[in-house]
């Protein structure tokens, strides 16, 4: 499977961005989709994760409450809702897809999310 995501940018902190992750390839409903975040000079951490159905959602703890993933099955697409950023949000989102948890089979390009203070 093939992964991209899109739709970061620079945004003020308590702002919001909908971040998107397109696949391509195998069937998507047969994939754990999730998302992780790499800011400079640190390690890549877990951010969310959502059944192959979508019934089921898992988040990071700093997450919680902020941040929604879900997914359209029949877009092959996930979908990352990032509200109330903080300047310690700033990092490269990317999308991944695994077919059990954690979704760490595949990976896709990312997208940067910049969270000005």
């Known amino acids: 499977v093939q992964l991209q995501a899109s739709g970061g940018g620079l945004v003020q902190a308590g702002g919001s961005l909908r971040l998107s992750c397109a696949a391509s390839?195998?069937?998507?409903?047969?994939?754990?989709m999730g998302w992780f975040r790499q800011a400079p000079g640190k390690e890549r951490e877990f951010v969310a994760s959502?059944?192959?159905?979508?019934?089921?959602?898992y988040y990071a703890d700093s997450m919680k409450g902020r941040f929604t993933i879900s997914r359209d099955n029949a877009k092959n697409t996930v979908y990352l809702q990032t509200n109330s950023l903080k300047p310690e949000d700033t990092a490269v989102y990317s999308c991944?897809?695994?077919?059990?948890?954690?979704?760490?089979?595949?990976w896709g390009k990312g997208t940067q999310v910049t969270v000005s203070s």
């Open positions: 991944s897809a695994g077919s059990r948890w954690p979704p760490t089979d595949y």
């Open positions: 959502i059944t192959k159905s979508g019934a089921g959602t």
């Open positions: 390839g195998r069937t998507f409903s047969s994939y754990v």
